[in-house]
C-alpha cells in the first residue's frame, strides 16, 4: 500500500445516516474476484431503482471521478465485511469524512489507504448543503489534520497510529516493527527476571 500525505479531488455529498457495509456493498456481489474491481457495486441497491436503471437524482451519479465523500452519522456500521472499503477504494474514493464510523469499518479503511476523517455532525450537515449542485474541489493534508473545501478549512480528527500508518503506508506489521528495538529490550529484561518462562534449547 502506498502512503500519502497529501491529496486533491473532487468532493460528493451523501447525506444519510446509517450506512452500513451491506448497502456499501451487498453480500450477493462479494463472490466476484476482487482482481475484478467491486468499484461498480458501491451502493448497488440505493443508486439504482427497481429496474436496476441508476437514479438521476442521487448524488453519487450527479458527480463524475469524485474522491472525497461527506457522509452521514455512522458510516460503514453492520458487518465487518472488507469488501465495503474494496468497493469505495476502487470506485476511486481516498477519503470519507463523517461524524462517525463503525469502528471495524475505519480499521478495515486504513489498512487499505482510505482516510476515515472524523469530522463534527455541525460541520458534515454544513458541507453537505455546500456541496448539494456545486462543484467542490477539496484539499486534504494528513500532516496537519485539516482539509480545505473551497474557502472552507475544515480540522478533522484521526487516531495518531493510523495517520501513522496512512502517510507511510504501513500495515500493523509495519508499525509495530518502529519498536522492534523496544520489543528486544523488554524481552531481554523479562527474561533476566523471571527466567522459568523462556524455553530452554533442547541438547
Known amino acids: 500500500m502506498a ?3 497529501r491529496h486533491e479531488g473532487q468532493a460528493v455529498r451523501l447525506p444519510l445516516a446509517n450506512v452500513d457495509t451491506d448497502q456499501l456493498i451487498p453480500a450477493r456481489f462479494m463472490s466476484v474476484p476482487r482482481a475484478e474491481g467491486y468499484g461498480r457495486y458501491l451502493l448497488h441497491d440505493l443508486r439504482r431503482d427497481e429496474s436496476g436503471v441508476m437514479r438521476r437524482d442521487f448524488p453519487l451519479n450527479t458527480v463524475d471521478q469524485a474522491s472525497v465523500l461527506v457522509a452521514g452519522a455512522n458510516f460503514g456500521s453492520g458487518s465487518s465485511r472488507e469488501a465495503a472499503v474494496y468497493a469505495l477504494v476502487d470506485a476511486g474514493f481516498r477519503v470519507v469524512f463523517a461524524p462517525s464510523f463503525g469502528d471495524i469499518f475505519a480499521s478495515n479503511a486504513v489498512n487499505n489507504g482510505l482516510l ?7 460541520t458534515s450537515d454544513a458541507l453537505a448543503e455546500m456541496l448539494v449542485g456545486f462543484p467542490c474541489k477539496v484539499q486534504i493534508d494528513l500532516g496537519t489534520c485539516r482539509a480545505t473545501f473551497g474557502n472552507h478549512d475544515v480540522p478533522f ?10 502517510m507511510n503506508g504501513w ?7 518502529q519498536h522492534a528495538m523496544a520489543i528486544d529490550a523488554f524481552r531481554e529484561r523479562y527474561a533476566e527476571t523471571s527466567p522459568w518462562t523462556v524455553p530452554r534449547k533442547r541438547s
Not at 476515515?116 to 455541525?122: G, L, V
Not at 484521526?158 to 500508518?165: C, G, H, M, S
Open 157 to 166: 480528527t484521526l487516531d495518531e497510529n493510523w495517520r501513522i500508518k496512512l
Open 116 to 122: 476515515p476523517a472524523r469530522i463534527d455532525a455541525d
Open 3 to 5: 502512503g500519502w500525505r
Open 171 to 177: 500495515d500493523d506489521i509495519d508499525l509495530t516493527q
